[in-house]
């Protein structure tokens, strides 16, 4: 692309948990991209289970497993029930495309290569408070090399983090005081309060047909710090916080109080800098929520077994309108608590796996780019109409694939509903359906689609300015 704007910052992305690949002794041991994950997972077998951290010792920067992150996973990645992303690709790209730019490897680049764009991948197994003080150590190098080599000495640092690689951020610019030489964070899909998602696969673990991770998944600390913060376990009618009930199945409470501590740590760090005037001029933090999802919101202990729900906790009762989110993600929890009250909240109609690449936001993040790098007032919006979808993560090829869909907004005689199912990991042509409309929702069935991987686009068929934007999700059939 011609004419790109000029740069004079430095950008970095951070993928979310699983967004990395990870290698150990120059051979992939965790890179699943564009293909049918389900097959890579299976015929892995034992290997998965070199993922398992033995220990996590959070003073150590090196674990001395082998273990080493070496890129992001740029394309589509999905892990049936548990984790699913549509890839950084797109992110990239609308930076790259339209900023004239210069890439680094953040890692491998010598001292003296000054570049404005980097990715941090990174061992997502571990406690975010290593990977900040990882990242504090290369942004600290790489913004010096960039601000004496371009020339703009103030130029400053700016952060796109997924899901979890929020975490990473928020601690290394809360916590280790990062945010001096940062503009802002971006955030999509951020469990700033947790998620539902985490404490049920400690609970109940995963296993998938004849694939269990649950053994590796109990091992990661970062799992723990997914955990909710805030009061959604219900035992007897009363609600408590995971960090406080001594009898969760496969929990570790020791694990889950650090984990508090660890987002406690990050609260008071937030709660000091509000009191500087310079951290409130110089600095800001822009949180993306999906919303109008099927999304987890509490879960009831009885009888030694946890179950999880979309139903609201008793904190959230009464609130309807806060009882949905990005499908992983609650809509309360995608918010730093000290923008609860900020009438400024960006909030899109779209799963958590696709926020990163959503359309709109993406067009978004470009024009406050643009517009100077430092008035970022333009970020704020409120969802009109939307599309909410559910669907299962798998499906076996001879099972029949349905999915259900509400429209949010626009009563459902407005408009129909059509799905785009596009193979990723095969090149079978894209399939094109309609919804039926059935007991004031959206349903779809769909037979005989060929072993692979799929991402689905839910869309009004005709679309005009007042439709609601597309819902994008991934599915996969073995």
């Known amino acids: 692309m011609t004419?790109?704007?000029?740069?004079?910052?430095?950008?970095?992305?951070?993928?979310?948990i699983l967004g990395s690949i990870l290698q150990k002794d120059n051979k992939d041991l965790w890179?699943?991209?564009?293909?049918?994950?389900?097959?890579?997972?299976?015929?892995?077998?034992?290997?998965?289970h070199?993922?398992?951290?033995?220990?996590?010792d959070?003073?150590?920067?090196?674990?001395?497993?082998?273990?080493?992150?070496?890129?992001?996973?740029?394309?589509?990645?999905?892990?049936?029930?548990?984790?699913?992303?549509?890839?950084?690709?797109?992110?990239?790209?609308?930076?790259?495309?339209?900023?004239?730019?210069?890439?680094?490897?953040?890692?491998?680049?010598?001292?003296?290569?000054?570049?404005?764009?980097y990715q941090f991948p990174y061992d997502w197994r571990r406690d975010n408070r290593v990977n900040a003080r990882i990242l504090k150590k290369l942004i600290d190098k790489r913004l010096k090399c960039w601000r004496e080599k371009s020339g703009a000495s103030d130029a400053k640092v700016i952060l796109m983090a997924h899901s979890m690689g929020g975490l990473v951020s928020r601690y290394y610019l809360e916590v280790l005081e990062g945010w001096k030489d940062s503009r802002a964070l971006f955030t999509f899909g951020t469990p700033y309060r947790g998620s539902l998602k985490a404490?049920?696969?400690l609970a109940n673990g995963y296993k998938q047909l004849f694939l269990d991770l649950t053994e590796v998944m109990r091992s990661l600390t970062s799992i723990y710090q997914l955990l909710p913060i805030y009061k959604v376990i219900n035992i007897n009618g009363?609600?408590?916080?995971?960090?406080?009930?001594?009898?969760?199945?496969?929990?570790?409470r020791q694990k889950a109080q650090d984990a508090l501590a660890f987002h406690r740590e990050i609260e008071a760090a937030v709660e000091r800098h509000l009191k500087d005037e310079n951290y409130l001029r110089s600095?800001?933090?822009?949180?993306i929520s999906g919303v109008h999802q099927p999304t987890l919101q509490s879960a009831t202990l009885t009888n030694g077994k946890l179950v999880a729900s979309e139903d609201l906790p008793a904190v959230l009762q009464n609130r309807s309108d806060l009882g949905d989110g990005d499908g992983t993600v609650p809509k309360v929890s995608a918010i730093p608590i000290e923008r609860s009250r900020d009438l400024d909240n960006f909030f899109i109609a779209e799963q958590h796996g696709g926020l990163q690449n959503q359309a709109q936001v993406l067009d978004s993040l470009l024009n406050v780019l643009r517009i100077g790098q430092i008035d970022l007032e333009s970020i704020r919006g409120e969802v009109q109409t939307a599309i909410s979808l559910s669907l299962e993560d798998l499906y076996l090829s001879d099972e029949l694939i349905t999915m259900r869909a509400r429209m949010i907004g626009l009563p459902n005689s407005a408009a129909s509903l059509k799905a785009e199912i596009q193979s990723v990991s095969n090149q079978h042509p894209s399939v094109a359906v309609d919804f039926v409309e059935q007991e004031n929702e959206w349903k779809l069935a769909i037979d005989q689609l060929p072993a692979g991987l799929y991402r689905v686009t839910v869309k009004t068929e005709n679309v005009t300015d007042a439709s609601p934007s597309p819902v994008h999700d991934l599915f996969e059939v073995v």
Do not use: C
């Open 58 to 117: 959070p003073q150590a920067e090196n674990l001395g497993d082998g273990v080493r992150a070496t890129a992001l996973i740029q394309d589509t990645h999905l892990i049936p029930g548990f984790w699913k992303i549509d890839g950084y690709t797109k992110t990239a790209h609308m930076i790259a495309d339209h900023f004239d730019v210069i890439v680094g490897d953040i890692y491998n680049d010598p001292d003296d290569r000054a570049a404005n764009f």
């Open 50 to 56: 070199n993922l398992k951290l033995s220990q996590d």
């Open 3 to 16: 004419n790109k704007a000029p740069l004079k910052d430095m950008v970095v992305i951070l993928p979310g």
């Open 238 to 252: 009363e609600y408590h916080r995971v960090a406080e009930i001594d009898n969760l199945p496969n929990v570790d």
């Open 31 to 48: 890179a699943i991209s564009g293909q049918a994950v389900w097959r890579i997972l299976t015929q892995l077998g034992d290997t998965i």
């Open 199 to 201: 404490v049920n696969f």
């Open 283 to 287: 600095f800001t933090t822009v949180p």
